[in-house]
Structure formats: structure tokens, C-alpha cells
């Protein structure tokens, strides 16, 4: 082991445990058992610790710490008491909020933001594309020219003509696929270009 490492891990043990120390009489102090006094310090410690890891809630959950800790310290009574036990009372509903209410909620926030019209790519994390919208009705004025022009993506198969087309369109729709330029690319085994031209072709 490293001895930045060592030196990183031991600080951390260290400052958890004054910090536990601290917050663990406090807890006692507030009115809490020996039994259940245990739980305070280590749910706002791992509160604390998680935040910064993932970087969410980093001054909250520090500064709370940082609270409870200076009030462990201080000669706590009549009013001061109260609003720290009842600070300490609802440090844990407030930890399991923002550790996991929050972060789904954001989640959701982010996927319903995201346009109708856009899916994800191939990968599984990649970036969002706009999803292939072709005009049904409109066809290029050079698109038989630049389909005369490229040569064919399979020579032996024979010339593809309309009539070709529009039964391999039958085809895909009685199987239950929806008939695009793709599906017919697919289904001749051509490019996905290709497979528009035919599907032009047939209109």
C-alpha cells in the first residue's frame, strides 16, 4: 500500500472516530439510548463521506457534522436543547431523502426531459440521435439518376423491379414488420441508402 494511501485512510478512521465520539454523547445527551445512540454518529458520518464521494449534498452533509459536532461540545439546555434534539431527530428521515427520494427523482426528471423523437445509439451509455425521419410523399428530383449511377449492392441476385418491391413489402407487412427503407434493405441485402431508393420506387 502506498503511503499517500495509508496516510489518506488512517486520517479517515481518525476523523470518524472524534467524530463519532462527539456525536455519540451528543446523541445521549438528546435522549437517546446507549442501544440506539450508536446509530446517529455512523448514518451522518456515512452521509458524509458518501456525499463526497459522489459529490452530491458535499456542504450540507459537511456542515451538518460540523454542527453536531461544535454541539456535542457546548453546555446544551432548556431551548438550545430542544432544537438540537430535534435537529438530531429528523437527521435521519433527511439522510435517507437525499441519499436515495432525491436521486430517483432526478432520474425520472432526466428521461422525461429527453425528446419523443430521439433514441438512444448502440451503446449502451452513448449519446442520444435524432431518430430517421423520411418525407413520405416528397422524392429527390436526382434520386433515379443517382440510383442509375451506383452500382448495384448484389450483382447476382438479378435486376430489383418495382414489382420485386412491392412484393417483398408484402412480404415484411404479413410477417408483422413495419415496411421501411431499412427493412427492405435488410431484406434484399442491400445498404440502408439502397433500401430507400426501392422503397421510392415502389411509392
Not at 459529490?55 to 454542527?67: D, E, I, K
Not at 427523482?105 to 448502440?122: F, G, K, L
Request: charged share 20%; glycine share 4%.
Amino acid at each position: 500500500m502506498k503511503t499517500d494511501t495509508l496516510l489518506k485512510w488512517s486520517a479517515l478512521l481518525a476523523a470518524m472516530y472524534l467524530s463519532y465520539s462527539a456525536e455519540y454523547g451528543l446523541a445521549l445527551h438528546c435522549g437517546f439510548t446507549r442501544y440506539t445512540a450508536p446509530a446517529f454518529p455512523i448514518a451522518l458520518d456515512l452521509f458524509m463521506v458518501w456525499s463526497v464521494r459522489q459529490r452530491r449534498n458535499v456542504a450540507a452533509s459537511v456542515m451538518a457534522v460540523v454542527a453536531f459536532n461544535v454541539a456535542a461540545h457546548l453546555p446544551l439546555s432548556g431551548r438550545w436543547l430542544t432544537a438540537v434534539t430535534v435537529a438530531a431527530s429528523v437527521a435521519a428521515p433527511l439522510i435517507v431523502w437525499a441519499m436515495h427520494v432525491r436521486p430517483r427523482v432526478r432520474v425520472s426528471e432526466r428521461r422525461s426531459a429527453i425528446p419523443a423523437d430521439r433514441e438512444p445509439s448502440d451503446g449502451a451509455n452513448g449519446p442520444h440521435v435524432a431518430a430517421e425521419r423520411l418525407p413520405e410523399s416528397v422524392i429527390p428530383d436526382d434520386l433515379w439518376q443517382d440510383f442509375e449511377d451506383s452500382a448495384p449492392d448484389i450483382a447476382d441476385n438479378g435486376p430489383v423491379t418495382p414489382d420485386s418491391i412491392r412484393a417483398a413489402m408484402a412480404t415484411l407487412s404479413a410477417a408483422g414488420q413495419r415496411v421501411t427503407g431499412a427493412s427492405l434493405a435488410r431484406h434484399f441485402g442491400v445498404s440502408e441508402r439502397t433500401g430507400r431508393r426501392y422503397l421510392a420506387m415502389a411509392v
